[in-house]
């Protein structure tokens, strides 16, 4: 088994507080749990994002996946890739995840911050933060899609995803089922909507649309393709092509 724990994870008291539900509350099983109750059609849109990512990844890739969690994505990658590498700032789910890629030997775990990636240039074929992983980072979406296009070769590609507002009652159903469940806190009814999940002990979850990733890629120069899949995901695909 080919693992590595890299502490190279560095917060001031603030983001620690915004990200406390990611790395303490919803890590490894309580955050495995809240996939384990989706509702079918979440079910479906989980799987479509996968899949989605595994049509744009070629056997010969290099693979890094920001937030990789206890490893539901990883190990899917892992099947196709060469070899993946999964970054996480919370120990408890990448425990869980060289537990969950048992079966697997061409992975690499590190805790790390996905905004400032302990990675050399170019190292990558591919990078991807699905699931809505650009809001729960809780960081500059600028900043984190720049490092993501950092660490990626030139000719490869960096996928992000958030929700599409077509899956809104769907997305909304989940998390009042981990609410009910104790994963998340109370669903504050007054201040959810439009896209917008807020809990009354301080989780909020938010969603990226189309004009928003285009108005945060706008001004990279690259070549950003920006499209709904599943009616549920919205995905970002940035083609990396560097001009000397």
């Not at 993501?148 to 769907?170: A, C, D, N, P, Q």
């Not at 969603?207 to 499209?227: H, L």
Request: proline share 2%; glycine share 6%; hydrophobic share 40%.
């Amino acid at each position: 088994m080919w693992v590595l724990f890299v502490e190279y994870y560095i917060l001031g008291p603030k983001k620690m507080v915004d990200n406390e539900y990611y790395y303490k509350k919803l890590s490894a099983l309580r955050l495995k749990r809240c996939y384990e109750i989706a509702p079918p059609r979440i079910q479906q849109y989980l799987e479509a994002e996968i899949q989605f990512v595994l049509d744009n990844i070629k056997s010969t890739d290099v693979v890094l996946e920001l937030g990789c969690g206890y490893g539901r994505v990883l190990a899917r990658l892992a099947m196709k890739a060469k070899s993946v590498y999964g970054i996480d700032t919370s120990e408890d789910s990448l425990l869980h995840a060289h537990e969950f890629l048992a079966d697997f030997s061409n992975f690499e775990l590190h805790k790390m911050d996905a905004a400032s990636l302990n990675f050399k240039n170019q190292t990558f074929d591919v990078v991807i933060a699905i699931q809505n992983g650009i809001s729960a980072f809780k960081v500059d979406p600028q900043k984190l899609i720049q490092e993501s296009i950092r660490v990626t070769k030139t000719g490869g590609k960096v996928l992000f995803s958030s929700y599409s507002e077509k899956v809104w009652e769907s997305r909304l159903d989940w998390f009042i089922k981990q609410s009910k469940e104790g994963l998340i806190g109370e669903i504050d009814s007054e201040k959810t909507g439009e896209g917008v999940i807020v809990c009354k002990d301080g989780f909020k979850a938010t969603t990226y649309t189309v004009e928003d990733f285009s108005d945060i890629t706008s001004g990279m120069k690259v070549k950003a393709i920006i499209d709904e899949v599943d009616q549920s995901s919205i995905f970002c695909v940035i083609h990396v092509n560097r001009k000397n």
